[in-house]
């Protein structure tokens, strides 16, 4: 499995667009890439999945350049409930549900 | 639709005991991945069922085990527990089809004495 390199921590202020960036130089042909939120106490709650160019929600944009060594993460107009842990995960189909989760980014959003 | 929930929220043990924690997955998912997470720590892989079958396990020694019931629900269970399997452990289901995403629960928090 791909490993993952991502900041330990982020600061930001309401109404910011915060980007988070992933590395991932070893990532396989057939591997995804997703973005896991994470609050205190809780289970990690699937944001975004993407495998190349830009991918949309209505929470977040995933941007991953053409040598998809590596992703960011673009939450637009933060608010203070986006506090948490975001995890980048990258996973082939033969490795679903067996993710290596690293120690995520600490986002920390400030009024 | 049901969400993926979990039992016991919290749970203290005295060491060299035994726990069972269990799982039901959410409606059509067939696979069940369970992890452990330290405080402070992403979540750690411990293992995988799909269709009632282990599909995979982590660096984790053979004293954690579980199944998978004909209804996708799932326990694991940990024998001689040890003071560091103080840890909330979360149970995630899944399509178990191609990179479909997990659907976590809120984890069960184990404390060891």
């Known amino acids: 499995l791909a490993k993952t390199t991502q900041p330990i921590s982020m600061d930001s202020y309401e109404g910011q667009e915060v980007n988070i960036t992933c590395s991932h130089n070893n990532i ?15 289970g990690p709650r699937f944001i975004i999945q993407g495998y190349k160019t830009k991918v949309t929600n209505e929470v ?7 040598d998809r060594k590596s992703s960011t993460l673009s939450l637009p107009r933060v608010s203070l409930s986006d506090t948490a842990v975001y995890y980048c995960l990258v996973a082939g189909s033969s490795n679903t549900g ?14 | 639709e049901t969400g993926v929930t979990q039992s016991p929220t919290h749970l203290i043990k005295t060491r060299g005991q035994q726990v069972t924690l269990r799982c039901s997955s959410q409606s059509g998912h067939n696979t069940v991945s369970w992890y452990q997470q330290a405080l402070g720590q992403g979540p750690q892989f411990i293992l995988q069922y799909y269709r009632e079958e282990e ?14 019931f004909p209804n996708y629900s799932s326990e694991l269970n940990v024998n001689a527990l040890e003071l560091d399997d103080s840890a909330l452990y979360l149970c995630a289901s899944s399509l178990g089809e191609g990179t479909s995403p997990l659907h976590f629960g809120n984890g069960t928090r184990l404390t060891v004495t």
């Open chain 1, 60 to 66: 977040a944009s995933l941007f991953i350049p053409a």
């Open chain 2, 55 to 68: 599909n995979g396990r982590g660096n984790f020694p053979p004293r954690f085990s579980g199944l998978q």
């Open chain 1, 28 to 42: 396989a042909t057939n591997d995804y890439i997703t973005w896991y939120q994470q609050f205190p106490s809780q």
């Open chain 1, 98 to 111: 067996k993710l290596i989760f690293g120690q995520g980014t600490t986002l920390q959003v400030k009024p």
